[in-house]
T-cell receptor, first 112, second 111 residues
């Protein structure tokens, strides 16, 4: 089944403890992206990747890192999480940026 | 700066009526626009898209209209059904590949 998977789905952590949210797609898509969704603010793009080894900042990249060492995976790294990064995170992939994006199920992160 | 906005946070319609959800965008260089539907507890799902060289595109029960003169995008849903109840987001692709979403409109369908 063609899908985007994210892990973990739920995470509660404490300020400053490094964490990684994984994202994987099995559709051989070139474009991948991370978003955060907060009430009243819609979806905001954190980082995106047009292809392997190519990453670019979205609207809200501060406090996040990403890597794209292989086509299928696009992990989101929070080196030192803070409470303002408490949010619902979505990973998405597409053939390329002019195509529909397929979204993962979301990761709900709480930083205490 | 770039922004994509939806005119109304909530739209309530009667089952069977047509729905129109509006969106304004600010970046005249954006070349691709998309509508997504998000149901409670799920990730966004693609509905329909349109490139900037078109002004109308139709799908099954949905139509997207693009007016580049006033930088306006709309989604029309024909014969709205209870299953259409969700939050609808418009998004624009900037010329760098960045995708910018609007804040969303909640569509409520009354039986």
């Amino acid at each position: 089944e063609a899908q985007v998977t994210q892990n973990p789905r739920y995470l509660i952590t404490v300020t400053g403890k490094k964490l990684t949210v994984t994202c994987s797609q099995n559709m051989n898509h070139e474009y991948m992206s991370w978003y955060r969704q907060d009430p009243g603010l819609g979806l905001r793009q954190i980082y995106y990747s047009m292809n392997v080894e190519v990453t670019d900042k979205g609207d809200v990249p501060e406090g996040y890192k990403v890597s794209r060492k292989e086509k299928r995976n696009f992990p989101l790294i929070l080196e030192s999480p803070s409470p303002n990064q408490t949010s619902l995170y979505f990973c998405a992939s597409a053939w390329e940026s002019y195509n529909e994006q397929f979204f993962g199920p979301g990761t709900r992160l709480t930083v205490l | 700066g770039e922004s994509v906005g939806l005119h109304l946070p909530t739209l309530s319609v009667q089952e069977g009526d047509n729905s129109i959800i509006n969106c304004a965008y600010s970046n005249s260089a954006s070349d691709y626009f998309i509508w997504y539907k998000q149901e409670s507890g799920k990730g966004p799902q693609f509905i329909i898209d349109i490139r900037s060289n078109m002004d109308k595109r139709q799908g099954q029960r949905v139509t997207v209209l693009l007016n580049k003169t006033v930088k306006h995008l709309s989604l029309q849903i024909a014969a709205t059904q209870p299953g259409d109840s969700a939050v609808y987001f418009c998004a624009e692709r900037s010329n760098t590949g960045k995708l910018i979403f609007g804040q969303g409109t909640t569509l409520q369908v009354k039986p």
